[in-house]
């Protein structure tokens, strides 16, 4: 992960080496510039976190050069440093915008603790920007006994350190999400930004916005600019959700962002550097959708790097039980219950059930049968699912495809719901316009809600 970058303006060459030699050891990168004209044009070519400005330049002040930097990057503290301070000075510099006004001679540690409280201060704001967004992990995403998930967790400790492209492989509701939010919790960028989009289902411009930002009048209803999740992100984990049904328009912009570092918000003609590290996620097969030309090569080799697969339910049936006590317990507390104890036969049934949904089937199943029950148990009959004859079939029965397995199951829950394809979704946990590309995918016949 990149330094903090940090744009000194001085004229006096000693003081300005002096400063930035300090801020240099002390783990900050720093840009020089001597007059306005300099530091605008270093500005504009690269972000700074903050900038340090002497009030009195050859060419100007920092109040003139103040309101520019503002508008290319409004969450860009700025400090001034002035020889003659005065009161209706400072007052000014604040109203237009500076967070401190310093009288020299400034000491150079108090310069570098401001400096990493206004840092801080940046990174909580960026948090709180995307903390609508963020949902709280269900759980442990390694929590079973599996050899499968063990295998999982062994490689996921192994790519932590490292900064290259994440692809998070799985189906829907396997907690690939989850997995995302371990990575950042776990990783060196823990501190900074955790941004999460979900690729499916955005329009291209709405994708386009929502990833690079945009200019104030770039489109119709841009009344203000915005900030990108990549610039929200800059130095923390950005997840892309769904990637695989990214709009093919955008897939060469976000390579250019990955390899260059660097992107432009929609009606800008500034590139902007941005320091992320990526984690994707799909549950499609992205190789055949290569071959397909869906979806780029290029892009492809670039985000899948370091490649994590969650193995589904199904693959690991010791690890149900495991999960659904943890689950209840989650929900019992939620819910405000005394512990609620589920029942062998209950188990048993969870255990033949193919969980298409995985673990979000599974969460929702379990989180229906404690608002509908009553007592301290759940029963089989709790839990709303058709028993199977067997968890192993016998030799002669005939075995289902998975796909029309998965067209029975999203079948069964249509007619539960009589057609209400919205509750249907929710029961499925997944988006409904997910569900309706799956409905088509499957041949089931589109319903109107």
């Known amino acids: 992960m990149s330094r903090p970058k940090i744009l000194l303006i001085e004229d006096d060459p000693s003081v300005r080496h002096g400063m930035a030699a300090f801020l240099r050891a002390n783990e900050l990168d720093v840009e020089e510039a001597e007059n306005c004209q300099q530091a605008m044009d270093l500005f504009r070519a690269d972000n700074h976190d903050v900038v340090v400005a002497d ?5 100007g002040t920092s109040l003139d050069i103040l309101p520019q930097v503002k508008k290319l990057s409004e969450d860009t503290p700025f400090i001034i440093l002035t020889a003659h301070g005065s009161i209706d000075l400072a007052v000014r510099a604040i109203k237009e915008g500076a967070e401190q006004f310093l009288t020299k001679p400034v000491e150079s540690k108090a310069l570098l603790v401001l400096i990493r409280r206004l840092l801080q201060q940046q990174r909580l704001r960026k948090r709180q920007m995307v903390v609508a967004r963020e949902q709280p992990a269900a759980m442990n995403p390694f929590l079973g006994a599996s050899a499968a998930i063990r295998d999982l967790e062994e490689q996921t400790r192994r790519m932590l350190e490292w900064d290259s492209p994440i692809l998070i492989l799985g189906e829907t509701g396997a907690g690939k999400g989850v997995l995302a939010r371990w990575i950042h919790a776990n990783g060196p960028r823990r501190e900074e930004a955790f941004v ?25 209803g841009a009344v203000n600019a915005k900030q990108g999740l990549l610039e ?42 941005v320091d992320i590290r990526l984690v994707a996620s799909t549950n499609l097969d992205l190789e055949e959708a290569v071959r397909a030309k869906k979806f780029r090569d290029d892009l492809y080799y ?20 495991i999960l659904a006590r943890a689950i209840l317990t989650k929900v019992c507390l939620r819910m405000g219950k ?32 404690m608002i509908l029950q009553r007592g301290e148990r759940l029963e089989a ?57 799956r ?8 319903t109107k809600d």
């Open 55 to 59: 009030y009195s330049l050859p060419d």
């Open 196 to 220: 999460n989009l979900n690729c499916a289902g955005l329009s291209r411009e709405l994708l386009e916005s929502e990833l690079f930002g945009h200019e104030r009048g770039a489109f119709t």
């Open 232 to 273: 929200v992100g800059h130095r923390g984990v950005v997840f892309l959700d769904e990637i695989g049904d990214m709009d093919p328009a955008i897939q060469p912009k976000l390579l250019k962002a990955l390899e260059e570092k660097s992107f432009r918000r929609l009606g800008d003609v500034r590139d902007r550097h």
């Open 302 to 321: 670039r985000v899948s790097t370091l490649t994590l697969r969650i193995p589904p339910l199904r693959e690991r049936p010791e690890d149900i039980p």
């Open 338 to 369: 005394l512990k609620v104890e589920l029942r062998s036969e209950a188990e048993a049934l969870l255990l033949k059930y193919p969980w298409p949904g995985n673990i979000r089937e599974l969460a929702n199943v379990l989180e229906r049968a």
């Open 381 to 437: 009959s709790d839990l709303g699912l058709q028993p199977r004859r067997s968890s192993a079939p016998d030799p002669g029965e005939d075995l289902l495809p998975l796909r029309e397995m998965e067209r029975l199951h999203v079948e069964r829950v249509l007619q539960r719901t009589s057609g209400n394809v919205t509750e249907a979704a929710q029961i499925l946990g997944m988006a409904r316009r997910t569900l309706y590309d």
């Open 439 to 446: 409905m088509k995918a499957l041949g089931i016949a589109l």
